[in-house]
Structure formats: structure tokens, C-alpha cells
Nanobody, 121 residues
Framework: HVQLVESGGGSVQAGGSLRLSCAAP????????KAWFRQAPENEREGLAT???????TYTDSVKGRFTISQDSAKNTLYLQMNSLKPEDTAMYYC????????????????WGQGTQVTVS
């Protein structure tokens, strides 16, 4: 069930940049925690970054310093700015969200997109 819509993927050379977008029609991102994940063929899904309803962010070590998660509340859109891309970043990228009324971990995500492919060569 597709509830979020990712875009911005594509093919890029190593060292290049991409900005992924995640649109959330029908509800306000301001009251949700949000996250980016990726999954390469034959690999398990990997969590990359989260942003809480309070604006706090977390990153996994493999992307820390290269990727930045952000949001545009007026557009109900989530972003993932990806710089210094490496071939090992090649994967299908997904956004996810859940309502977050109190501070806490951004887990048990219940809204998902269908993914956008990123290929780095």
C-alpha cells in the first residue's frame, strides 16, 4: 500500500550528488517522525536517517557527514540531500513516517512509499 511518494532518484557518477524528495499528501509532516531507508539487491533494508516531529535528526554511520535529512513543512515534503556518493550507495531508497505526539524513537513506521532507484557508478 503506497502512501508516500518518493522522487529524485537516478544515475550519477561517484562523487556526485542527488536530492531525493518524499511527498506526503493528505496529512501534515509536522506531527510525524520521518525516515529514509535503502535496500540493495540481496541485502536487508538499512535505515539511513530520521527526523522527529521536534526536528531532531539521527544518521547511521555509513552516511553521516554526506547525507542530510530535512523537510519543508509548507509543502509536506521530506528531503534527503546526498553528497559524495559512492558505488556502495546504489540501492532502492524509501521514505517512511508515523505519527509522533511525544518525543521518542522513530520506529514502527506505518506509512511507506514505493521507492526511487539510485545508481552510482
Amino acid at each position: 500500500h503506497v502512501q508516500l511518494v518518493e522522487s529524485g532518484g537516478g544515475s550519477v557518477q561517484a562523487g556526485g550528488s542527488l536530492r531525493l524528495s518524499c511527498a506526503a499528501p493528505g496529512f501534515s509532516f509536522a506531527t510525524y517522525c520521518k525516515a529514509w531507508f535503502r535496500q540493495a539487491p540481496e541485502n536487508e533494508r538499512e535505515g539511513l536517517a530520521t527526523i522527529g516531529s521536534d526536528g531532531s535528526t539521527t544518521y547511521t554511520d555509513s552516511v553521516k557527514g554526506r547525507f542530510t535529512i530535512s523537510q519543508d513543512s509548507a509543502k509536506n515534503t521530506l528531503y534527503l540531500q546526498m553528497n559524495s556518493l559512492k558505488p556502495e550507495d546504489t540501492a532502492m531508497y524509501y521514505c517512511a513516517a508515523r505519527q509522533q505526539l511525544m518525543p521518542g524513537k522513530c520506529n514502527a513506521l506505518n506509512y511507506w512509499g514505493q521507492g526511487t532507484q539510485v545508481t552510482v557508478s
